[in-house]
T-cell receptor, first 112, second 114 residues
């Protein structure tokens, strides 16, 4: 089961690009890397997922180096509404057995 | 957003009473999960289900039981609630078992045990 390590908190000004890095040294061959966003009083919301190299969607980009021992979530031009906790998730795969571990997340505060 | 409804959204009860939380989905996803979220601990998996009547334990299953008699419903029961079970409980669903199948979460149930 891959353990993840993220910064506990980050601050950013509006309009800046924010990069949040997650370490997962014990990632397994089958594991995908998934990022979630969570606002207060709401459930986590899926942002982006990847296996290797770079993935981009309308919300964020995910960069994964060749060794896959870390990943970086990139949020372009953040706004106040991006203030939330961001979780990096690395899961184990396998029929009949499912374990998923959420780390403690990174609290992003966007400053006007 | 995924069609996931948790009920009740808030509940206050006393130590020693039984409590049942309900998760209802309209997505016909095979896999369902119960998590609890506490300050300083992030999200922790309690139980999960991989089909009707098929369930298994997660990381923090002691004191909890689950049942799934229909695809759309996953119930979490605290047989005799304790103050340590005061938490926010989230239900999640996914189509598959692999980590390439992202989970989608409900908005949670805030449970307070006095």
């Amino acid at each position: 089961l891959a353990k993840t390590t993220q910064p506990i908190s980050m601050d950013s000004y509006e309009g800046q690009e924010v990069n949040i890095t997650c370490s997962h040294n014990n990632i397994a061959t089958n594991d995908y890397i998934t990022w979630y966003q969570q606002f207060p009083s709401q459930g986590p919301r899926f942002i982006i997922q990847g296996y290797k190299t770079k993935v981009t969607n309308e919300v964020a980009s995910l960069f994964i180096p060749a060794d896959r021992k870390s990943s970086t979530l990139s949020l372009p031009r953040v706004s106040l509404s991006d203030t939330a906790v961001y979780y990096c998730l690395v899961g184990a795969a396998g029929a009949g057995s499912y374990q998923l571990t959420f780390g403690k997340g990174t609290k992003l505060s966007v400053i006007p | 957003d995924a069609g996931i409804t948790q009920s009740p959204r808030h509940k206050v009860t006393e130590t020693g009473t039984p409590v049942t939380l309900r998760c209802h989905q309209t997505e016909n996803h095979r896999y369902m999960y119960w998590y609890r979220q506490d300050p300083g601990h992030g999200l922790r998996l309690i139980h999960y289900s991989y089909g009707v009547k098929d369930t298994d334990k997660g990381e923090v299953s002691d004191g909890y039981s689950v049942s799934r008699s229909k695809t759309e419903d996953f119930l979490l029961t605290l047989e005799s609630a304790t103050s340590s079970q005061t938490s926010v409980y989230f239900c999640a669903i996914s189509q598959g078992t692999g980590s390439d199948q992202p989970q989608h979460f409900g908005d949670g149930t805030r449970l307070s045990i006095l």
